[in-house]
Nanobody, 120 residues
Framework: QVQLVESGGGLVQPGGSLRLSCAAS????????MGWYRQAPGKERELVAT???????NYADSVKGRFTISRDNIKNTVALQMNSLKPEDTAVYYC??????????????WGQGTLATVSS
C-alpha cells in the first residue's frame, strides 16, 4: 500500500499565502512525477503543477508566477507554495504521485485532499 497525506490548507485573505505539503509512505521503490491538482465547487478537477523526479516543473497558466512546486526525493515529499492568492484559487487541493512500488508495479496515487479557502 502507498499513501499520500496532505496538510497545510486553511483560510487566507486575498493576497495572502499558504503552503501545502504532501508526504508519501508505504511500499515505495521510486516516485516519478508528483503533482498538485485542485477541484473548485461545481468544477472539474484541474492540474495545478507537476514536478518530475529530476526537478522539471509544469504549471497551469492561472498559477504561473504565483505558485511554486518543490519536492524532496529523500523524504518522499512534495510541497506547493501559494502566494498572491485569489478567491478563484479556492478549492480542494489534491496531491498526486506516480509510484513504482517494491513489486515493480506502476501506481497512480491520490491524497485525500485539503481545502484552501481564499476569502476576506
Amino acid at each position: 500500500q502507498v499513501q499520500l497525506v496532505e496538510s497545510g490548507g486553511g483560510l487566507v485573505q486575498p493576497g495572502g499565502s499558504l503552503r501545502l505539503s504532501c508526504a508519501a509512505s508505504g511500499n515505495i521503490f521510486i516516485i516519478n512525477t508528483m503533482g498538485w491538482y485542485r477541484q473548485a465547487p461545481g468544477k472539474e478537477r484541474e492540474l495545478v503543477a507537476t514536478i518530475t523526479r529530476g526537478g522539471s516543473t509544469n504549471y497551469a497558466d492561472s498559477v504561473k508566477g504565483r505558485f511554486t512546486i518543490s519536492r524532496d526525493n529523500i523524504k518522499n515529499t512534495v510541497a506547493l507554495q501559494m502566494n498572491s492568492l485569489k478567491p478563484e484559487d479556492t478549492a480542494v487541493y489534491y496531491c498526486n504521485a506516480r509510484v513504482l512500488n517494491s513489486d515493480f508495479r506502476n501506481l497512480e496515487i491520490w491524497g485525500q485532499g485539503t481545502l484552501a479557502t481564499v476569502s476576506s
